[in-house]
Each structure stands twice: as C-alpha cells, then as structure tokens.
C-alpha cells in the first residue's frame, strides 16, 4: 500500500473537506452520495479517492471519527500493530510506528532560545496538507502543518519558538525529512529517523512519552502523566500542546478521558485525519499479518 500521490494537496483538500461534514454531521450517519454532491466528485471517484488516501472508506473512517472508536481506542480492543513484534513482521511500513531516535537539547540551550542554532526549514506536500520541515544538523526539530495561504502564519508560530535561532529557507535540506515522514516504505528500524527535542525538561519528558504510544493505539492526558511520573493532566495537556514535531512525534495519539479528540495546535479535522489515516495502516497491517 502506498500513500504518496501526484496531486497530493488536492487529494487531502477533497478529503478535509469529507472529514469536516463527516465530523459535523456524524450522527446523521451521511452516506456516500451526499458526501460526494458535496464535494463535487461522483461517488466512484470519492469512493476511490477516499480509500486511496486513507485505506479505509469513507463509510469507515465515519466510524473511525466516532466517540465509540475513540473509546475502543483507549480501551485497547482494536488488533494493534504491537502484535506484528511477535509474528516476526519486521519489513519496511510494517512494524508500528516511525522507528524514530531522538536527541534531547540541554535546558541552556533551550533557554537560550535557539540562540547559536542553524536552523533551515522547507514546506513540502503531505498526507495531511503542506508540512513546514525544520531541522538542524543533529536531526528534524521542527514538523508543522498550513493549509493554503497560512504558510507564512505556520512559519511564524515555529520560528517563534526558537526566536534567536538563524533560520534559512532550504527545501532541499529538509525534502529527505519529509520523504522519511510521510513515506511508510522508508520506515526502516535499521535507518531510524532522527529528531532533536527543544524543550524543557518536563515538555522532553512528556514528547518522549509521546513516542512510546503505537501506532493504532491511544493514551489519555492523564495516563501519559502517570507514566511518565506526573499525573498532572493540564500540564500534561500544555506540554502536548507545544510538542514541535507535530505528526513524527505523535501527540495526536492523546485523546480525553471520555475519548473525545480534544484540542489539536494545528486542527482538529487534521487530527481526525491523522487518525483515521493510521486506522487504515493498522488494519493493512493486520491483515496482512493474518
């Protein structure tokens, strides 16, 4: 299964837009033709377009979207890639997540507010809409997302994390990181991606958390607190909330304690999609492994 495309922009903007009336209109259960009159595609072409994109159809992913999905979610009930482990699965976009390592910046230097760093950053196409890429010679330290004409808000909101940092705009150092992200085919255990944390030291704990939910799999803002040794789920909640490497750092994986998705910096329709898109690769996953 593949998930990168031509026209991936347009694909995703068709497909925000089905997750908006999707997410709007849930308990109204609508089906596929009203979807695809709203969007101006016949109900083949979304019908196709929507599976291709996310793995799973449109019908699918609604259940996917719902409060129940979440809770089954948090509850562990879904077959989880966590099982491919035992089976010996161990191929390329196999296994559970994006086989990330990770450097942690020293609190000085987060202090310092990025000051010394050489920062270059470049926006390419995504799954989920454009992605800001950022990074630094030690890995990727940066990850956001923009919808048409809010690029120069997204550059804004990152590099204003990082205020003394020098920041250059280099689309080809940064292109490899996107390709790595966003490629599950390049998701190598013996080729990780790495990443730099720039943070405090409680936000590092907690983003480090962050890392360690699977693929398939939820956490609560309370539950990531316990486990990390400070159940303050507000805390826990704003640390999620400044995580900078949206998406490889999955902090769309945290959901409320009722199973309700939350707050998410960069949207919540992007959050559902991120979701359902991950729902479809498990269940790929877990298919083939049956």
């Known amino acids: 299964m593949t998930y990168l495309y031509t026209d991936i922009d347009g694909d995703y903007q068709t497909v925000r837009r089905v997750i908006e009336l999707i997410s709007e209109n849930w ?5 596929l ?5 709203a969007v101006g595609k016949s109900p083949t072409q ?5 599976t291709r ?13 719902t409060l129940d999905h979440a809770k089954r979610l948090l509850s562990g009930d879904l077959p989880l890639l966590d099982a491919s482990y035992e089976l010996g699965l161990s191929g390329p976009g196999r296994l559970h997540d994006l086989f990330v390592t990770h450097v942690a910046m ?11 760093l050489e920062i270059a950053y470049g926006f390419h196409p995504s799954q989920f809409g454009t992605a ?17 004409g809010s690029e120069k808000e997204a550059l804004e909101d990152m590099t204003g994390r990082w205020p003394r940092a020098r920041f250059t705009h280099d689309p080809a150092k940064t292109a490899p990181y996107a390709a790595r992200s966003f490629d599950p085919e390049r998701w190598k255990p013996d080729d990780p991606l790495r990443v730099v ?3 405090t030291d409680f936000e590092i704990r907690v983003w480090e958390g962050l890392l360690s939910i699977p693929l398939g799999n939820a956490e609560t803002y309370s539950g990531l607190g316990e ?5 303050a789920p507000r805390a826990v909640g704003r640390a999620v909330g400044r995580n900078p490497i949206s998406f490889v750092v999955p902090c769309h994986r945290v959901l409320g304690k009722s199973g309700a998705l939350t707050g998410y910096h960069w949207g919540l329709t992007r959050k559902r999609a991120i979701l359902g898109w991950e729902s479809g690769m498990a269940g790929s996953v877990s298919e083939n492994a049956a």
């Open 227 to 231: 486990r990390i040794g400070r159940p």
């Open 53 to 65: 994109w996310a793995g799973l159809s449109p019908k699918a992913f609604l259940q996917a979207v």
């Open 106 to 116: 020293s609190p000085g230097a987060y202090k310092a507010r990025g000051e010394g």
């Open 33 to 37: 033709n009203s979807l695809a009159n």
């Open 46 to 50: 979304l019908q196709k377009l929507f």
């Open 132 to 148: 800001l890429i950022m990074v630094t010679e030690m890995g990727m330290a940066g990850l956001a997302f923009c919808d048409p």
């Open 197 to 199: 944390l720039i943070g």
């Open 27 to 31: 308990q109204d259960q609508p089906d």
